[in-house]
């Protein structure tokens, strides 16, 4: 008698426990979210830079003010025009953990005494984020450096090639072309951008013109070399 007593509230026990199971089941069960479909979807212009639905970023010459090492010939050649110097236009669909976000950079192409037209430059604010660049089309290349500034390389950015910029690392665009250089960048929602560590240093390197070609030398070294 005892032993069917025990074995009916063992019983009850278990069937009680199911609903409340199931029940803890569906609640840990994230929602799927997918934002509308409008927002998954973009179109770019791999020559004119475009981008839709982004939101659109210029940087003028005036903008670039102490990132060229010739002063004079900045100096000279803002005072022809503030013209614009380059465009970016992010995509941002989702943020948070795990999210991408993409933007398209129009990079106009000249020099500044011999140094080549280029973007400022940027470290992530969190500093671990990589991201890939994907030239579409024009010349260029991409200046990267380490944060201790030991180390430098230089890659080139051309249509049909794909740069990877690794986590703790600058990173900035060249055009070494006569055209715009059109690219992609695709990057974590979080990675965020720090201008102002590089504001303050500028990268160690220069890249110059030298017989056409784009060389990568010392800062110190262009400075004292007497090129201009
Ligand atoms: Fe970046």
Redesign the pocket.
């Known amino acids: 008698m005892v032993f069917l007593w025990l074995t009916s509230a063992i019983l009850c026990s278990i069937l009680m426990q199911i609903p409340t199971f199931i029940l803890s089941s569906f609640l840990t069960i994230k929602p799927i979210m997918i934002p509308n479909a409008a927002s998954l979807h973009s179109a770019f212009d791999p020559v004119m830079g475009t981008l839709s639905g982004g939101s659109p970023t210029e940087r003028r010459l005036s903008d670039m003010s102490g990132y060229y090492a010739d002063t004079k010939a900045f100096d000279s050649l803002l005072a022809q025009g503030d013209a614009l110097h380059y465009a970016v236009s992010a995509v941002a669909p989702a943020e948070g953990e795990g999210a991408l976000h993409y933007a398209i950079g129009n990079l106009l192409p000249g020099r500044v005494g011999r140094e080549y037209f280029m973007t400022k430059g ?1 470290f ?1 604010a969190w500093r671990a984020a990589g ?1 890939y660049y994907i030239g579409l089309s024009g010349e260029g290349v991409m200046l990267l450096e380490s944060e201790d500034g030991t180390e430098s390389l230089l890659l080139p950015l051309t249509a049909n090639a794909a740069v990877y ?1 690794p986590g703790y690392t600058a ?1 900035r665009t060249i055009n070494t072309g006569d055209v715009p250089l059109i690219y992609l ?1 695709i ?1 974590p929602a979080q ?1 965020g ?1 720090d201008y102002g560590a590089i504001a303050e240093r500028n990268f160690r390197h220069v890249v110059v013109d030298v017989d056409g070609k784009p060389v990568m030398m010392a800062r110190e070294a262009y400075m004292g070399s007497g090129m201009f």
Do not use: C, F, S
């Open positions: 940027h992530h991201e910029v990173h960048g990057y990675a951008h």
